[in-house]
């Protein structure tokens, strides 16, 4: 079979990863499909993966295992469903939600409410096969004991406590239960672990950090820890976290504070008080072992490990009954939905034979939350050149985490100098050259294959219009929505001009084309690291006018601020932008202030 794990979100690792190692053993073969968002972090790099659904396209999967609640409907393969936590209540408006063929349950209260539906939507199958993220706790359920009884003898005590308090403010107990959580490690000498999210309020970490500082058997635990703590841990305590179900599934008390979804059958307090008395009790009477039995046979009555292992075989025997399907069949109002998430689906994926070579080069310096991004996104060049520029703040020991890409630390003189100095480096006439905050969408990555490999290029040379994003959103107008730059050319073909040394001018000798598909061009990520740039282009642009003949005056620094404003915000709709263009085009009317404000002062001292 070939699998794609489409993962979303970073508590699927657990769930797919079970799959995965089923997969291995079966020597099926399989991709992970995961979202930019946890490209940073993904912990399975060493195996294939990509964050391009054009990928996934050509990959034409037979199954897709979803622990999330979407997928695209024109993918191949079986779309099946295997749940990212074990609360139900959301399921009940499964209707808002038809993207799957398939879905495996962990036990038989989902499976009862998805059979009701099935009734109804006459569109998909269930089947009932346990949960894998649950596999591991009973095939590693000794395997950290040696370990566990080790703390416990150096802090002289015979309990660990979970703390898992969840990371939204909204519902975090965190902020609240430090003082009891204090209370608890000093009353009680057990061991209490706290395990914190990376996307948790920082007060809130630093909080927590110095508490353990200051008592030594409250110990700080992260997020890949979290099988090894639930293994050791002997009461959890929570507030609004899925993780509460997982733990009770191992038949261990928990205790919640303010949990408000579903039926409750543990101990949940209302209030952030009494918790060091609420430990004591559920260890020393165990009030609610009757209700954890009652959960486990409804959630997940399967202790046997083998979880991912009927999976496997299951889907197996669905396609062997009912064969791969092509698409999934969704209303039109669904197909957009999914549309503007993932994208529209790629046409004619380029699956043909390579004529050409193309060598990905850029310039770099402090991309530090750019650099991984745009390197997957440039994976699929024949080669990837990086000239940087010295950079501090950890984009080089990125970079070279990166097997395939050739690094090239050099001094920067000016962006024309720079840049001609890497394209230099290209070891094929076809360049595709990006800055770091660039991103190719699949559809434009697609045509850039098929403009290459073409029988006959219709240019030596291309523009990319470019897409304006204002943080994570898009800006479509205040200048930007005709904005265009080379970025594909031969480079027998090119040069760059040594006139200007910032925004630099590529010379083609040969035609010129335009490709229809836009690049996405992250400029703005807040305030003042844009005012930053605007700054610095406007005093590199005044040194090009330093070799012409006048010196700045009101004319420069009012009219010519002033008119850059109006041309963008009035002629060339910016109000149209709202907020976002009133931001935008008064920083580039800032950068041309700061031109002139260089200028005279590099005339000065002249």
């Known amino acids: ?185 000093k009353t009680t000498g057990f061991v209490v672990f ?54 009770i599934l191992m038949d261990k008390p928990a205790i919640s504070y303010k949990y408000s979804s579903g039926k409750i059958l543990w101990d949940n307090a209302h209030s952030y008080t009494q918790l060091t008395e609420k430990v004591l009790q559920n260890l020393q009477e165990d009030p609610y072992a009757a209700e954890r039995s009652y959960i486990s046979m409804k959630l997940h009555p399967y202790k046997d490990g083998a979880s991912a292992q009927r999976m496997v075989a299951t889907v197996q025997e669905h396609i062997k009954t009912n064969g791969v399907p092509e698409k999934r069949n969704l209303s039109l109002s669904k197909k957009l939905k999914t549309n503007t998430k993932f994208g529209k689906p790629v046409n004619h994926p380029f699956k043909g034979k390579k004529t050409a070579k193309i060598s990905a080069v850029l310039i770099t310096y402090n991309e530090d939350i750019h650099i ?117 050319f031969k480079k027998s073909k090119v040069h760059f001009t040594q006139e200007r040394i910032v925004h630099e001018t590529l010379v083609v000798d040969g035609k010129s084309d335009v490709l229809k598909n836009k690049l996405i061009h992250y400029s703005y990520k807040d305030y003042e690291d844009y005012k930053d740039k605007m700054i610095k282009y406007g005093k590199m642009k005044a040194v090009e006018e330093l070799e012409k003949n006048y010196d700045p005056n009101i004319y420069h620094f009012v009219f010519r601020p002033f008119y850059k404003f109006f041309n963008h915000y009035i002629i060339r709709l910016g109000i149209l932008d709202g907020k976002k263009g009133i931001i935008i085009c008064y920083l580039n009317a800032l950068g041309v202030y700061a031109r002139y404000k260089e200028l005279k002062k590099l005339r000065k001292n002249n």
């Open 372 to 488: 991984n991004a745009v390197l997957e996104n440039l994976k699929f060049a024949d080669e990837i050149i990086v000239v940087d520029s010295s950079s501090t703040d950890g984009t080089i020991e990125k970079i070279k985490k990166h097997p395939n890409v050739k690094l090239i630390i050099r001094p920067f003189v000016n962006y024309t100098d720079q840049k001609s100095f890497a394209m230099e480096q290209a070891s094929h006439d076809w360049i595709l050259f990006l800055d770091a905050d660039e991103r190719l969408t699949d559809a434009l990555r697609n045509e850039v294959l098929h403009t290459v490999n073409a029988n006959h290029a219709t240019a030596d040379a291309y523009y990319f219009y470019r897409t304006f994003m204002f943080k994570d959103e898009v800006l479509k107008f205040s200048g930007w929505q005709s904005d265009k730059n080379y970025r594909l």
């Open 1 to 185: 079979m070939r699998v794609i794990l489409f993962c979303e979100n970073v508590d699927s690792y657990g769930v797919l990863a079970p799959i995965r190692d089923i997969l291995q053993e079966k020597n099926h073969t399989y991709l992970w499909y995961i979202s930019n968002n946890l490209l940073d972090n993904f912990p399975f790099k060493i195996e294939n993966f990509t964050v391009s659904i054009l990928d996934l396209q050509i990959f034409e999967s037979d199954v897709i295992f979803v622990p999330g609640q979407e997928v695209p409907y024109y993918l191949r393969g079986l779309k099946v469903n295997v749940f990212n936590n074990l609360k139900g209540k959301r399921w009940d408006n499964f209707k808002s939600r038809p993207y799957f063929d398939l879905y495996l349950t962990q036990g038989p209260y989902f499976t009862e409410k998805l059979n009701r539906l099935k009734k109804k939507h006459q569109d998909f199958e269930v089947i009932e096969t346990g949960w894998p993220k649950i596999d591991i706790y009973y095939k590693e359920k000794s395997k950290y004991d040696f370990e566990k009884n080790a703390i416990l003898e150096q802090y002289q005590t015979d309990k660990i406590i979970l703390y898992v308090p969840s990371a939204t403010a909204k519902h975090s107990s965190a902020p609240h239960l430090i003082h009891e959580i204090k209370n608890l490690a």
């Open 194 to 247: 706290v395990r914190l999210k990376e996307q948790m309020d920082n007060h809130w970490i630093q909080d927590y950090e110095k508490l353990a500082m200051k008592v030594p058997n409250i110990l700080i635990r992260h997020e890949k820890d979290i099988v090894k703590c639930f293994i050791q841990a002997d009461v959890l305590i929570s507030d609004t976290s899925p993780y509460i179900y997982e733990f």
